[in-house]
């Protein structure tokens, strides 16, 4: 017996690893659009593996420090601890520029890769029964990488972030009741304060990391649990091996199996190991050749050019990453006869447009399986272009984040038609309303949506179905190819 062979045998007889075997089989469907996940998760790897790299150097304090780095603008000034630290990162610590980069593109790719993998997901139909659960863990994920981000770009205190993390806490404070108790908890008491940069890196380190672990681990034991879905087959599959448990599996001559097109009790696709495995290896290498091309030619944030937090100006432009310009804009178009008292509790403008408003959408998303619902299990995808209804709704819905996020960026879209912010903000709320309603409408009457009704509603008109399968309409014999 060979010395490998002995040390599996060792970790078998107390792991088990022979029945491991089962998951070594599982099936993954043959499609590229199902690694999108993939890529979301190693995006995550990524992150951590950089953020630990970053946090070596990285001094959570705002205390002020004399700097001496290689930043001759700032030599011999007195800098917050935080500031510093990231100069000293971005010039000095060697690939510290580099790893930075990576980390920056990592957390936008792995929210985009997130959001294209749950618009497959809806568009397609896979969050219907049995995987309600892991859609709810999916929207989970997505809000807790939005605020995983925004405590990520407050960490260099530079003017940027102060004027983010401002916003921020007044946001949080605005909650109705609970305003200032979360406001202390989130950002160390009042802002600005000494505590804030320290509690926003905690929760940027540990907490919202362990959580989107977390979810990430009860996501992957649900996928074990159940099986992926797969597209609808064009015709029955004829493999090398029979589907186990599958009544539809019949054996074939030389071995083979032949597996219904309509039986959804087994998935046709590749096996966990080793095809899949591979695929993966070679996505993973495609995620990090392109983060590295992105870090590589892509500059990040500039905190030199912002320079360090002062209390007494603002930044002329201030806008969030693009995956938050949504909510921003939702802040921007909340008018302020909407902050009103109900009940002697006061309701602000800032708490509807920063919280609720983004919080209706996270709620509508999380709840729509739930609308959208089956009652038997379903574990084939279904075409976009036959769900007239969903389809429709998932283009408002994308239509209405667009357009909250042009409304994110009013300053440069009144820049660019030479007005002013005040009399673009009519527009832009008319538009939030208008146009997701009539993307809707097309895209509802494009597919057939209102043309089914009146075609069902013609054909019994006259008191009689319509059979279209009735052998003298055609003049044949009435056989079902």
Same mark, same amino acid.
Not at 220 to 247: F, N, Y
Not at 421 to 440: D, E, I, N, R, S
């Given at each position: 017996?060979?010395?490998?062979? =002995?040390?599996? !045998? ?70 917050? =601890? ?206 990090? #050749? ?72 996270? %709620?509508?998303? #999380? ?29 408002? %819905? ?15 879209? =009144? ?46 008109? !006259? ?19």
């Amino acid at each position: 017996m060979s010395r490998i062979q =002995a040390m599996y !045998d060792w970790a078998d007889s107390r792991l088990d690893l022979d029945g491991a075997s089962e998951f070594m089989g599982k099936a993954f469907p043959d499609d590229d659009s199902f690694l999108l996940g993939e890529v979301a998760l190693f995006c995550f790897v990524v992150l951590v593996s950089t953020g630990i790299f970053l946090g070596f150097f990285y001094e959570p304090s705002t205390t002020a420090v004399e700097y001496e780095g290689s930043v001759a603008q700032y030599q011999g000034d007195q800098l917050p =601890a935080a500031f510093s630290s990231v100069l000293n990162i971005t010039y000095d610590v060697p690939f510290g520029m580099l790893i930075r980069r990576i980390h920056h593109w990592a957390a936008h790719l792995f929210v985009a890769a997130m959001a294209l993998h749950m618009l497959r997901v809806f568009f397609t139909g896979a969050y219907r029964n049995p995987r309600e659960p892991n859609w709810l863990v999916g929207t989970g994920l997505a809000g807790l990488s939005m605020f995983a981000a925004y405590t990520g770009y407050a960490l260099p205190y530079d003017e940027f972030a102060s004027t983010a993390v401002g916003i921020g806490y007044n946001v949080a404070k605005s909650v109705p009741i609970l305003g200032d108790p979360l406001a202390s908890i989130v950002f160390g008491g009042s802002f600005p304060t000494s505590a804030t940069i320290p509690r926003l890196f905690f929760l940027h380190v540990l907490v919202i990391p362990v959580a989107i672990g977390g979810l990430i681990a009860v996501h992957m034991v649900i996928l074990m649990r159940q099986k992926h879905t797969e597209a609808e087959r064009e015709r029955d599959v004829v493999g090398p091996m029979p589907p186990e448990g599958s009544e539809s599996g019949r054996a074939a001559d030389g071995g083979v199996a032949t597996v219904d097109r309509d039986d959804d009790s087994v998935v046709v696709g590749l096996p966990a190991f080793p095809n899949q495995a591979a695929v993966s290896a070679v996505v993973f290498f495609l995620t990090m #050749a392109t983060l590295s091309l992105l870090a590589g030619f892509l500059p990040v944030h500039n905190v030199a050019a912002y320079g360090p937090n002062d209390p007494a100006s603002t930044p002329t432009l201030i806008m969030p990453d693009w995956f938050l310009m949504w909510g921003y804009g939702f802040l921007k178009l909340t008018p302020a006869w909407m902050s009103v008292d109900v009940l002697g509790i006061h309701v602000s403008s800032e708490f509807v447009g920063g919280l609720l408003l983004p919080g209706l959408v996270f %709620g509508a998303v #999380a709840l729509w399986p739930f609308v959208d619902r089956e009652p038997e299990p379903v574990h084939f995808t279904a075409n976009p272009l036959e769900r007239p209804f969903p389809t429709a709704v998932g283009i408002a %819905g994308v239509t209405f984040v667009m357009v909250a996020s042009i409304a994110g960026m009013d300053v440069i879209v =009144a820049e660019v038609l030479h007005t002013s912010t005040a009399a673009l903000k009519p527009y832009l709320t008319a538009a939030l309303v208008l146009v997701p309603a009539v993307a809707g409408a097309i895209t509802y009457a494009v597919l057939g949506g209102f043309g089914d009704d009146e075609s069902d509603d013609a054909a019994g008109s !006259d008191g009689e179905p319509v059979d279209s399968a009735d052998p003298d309409s055609s003049g044949g014999e009435g056989d079902d190819d």
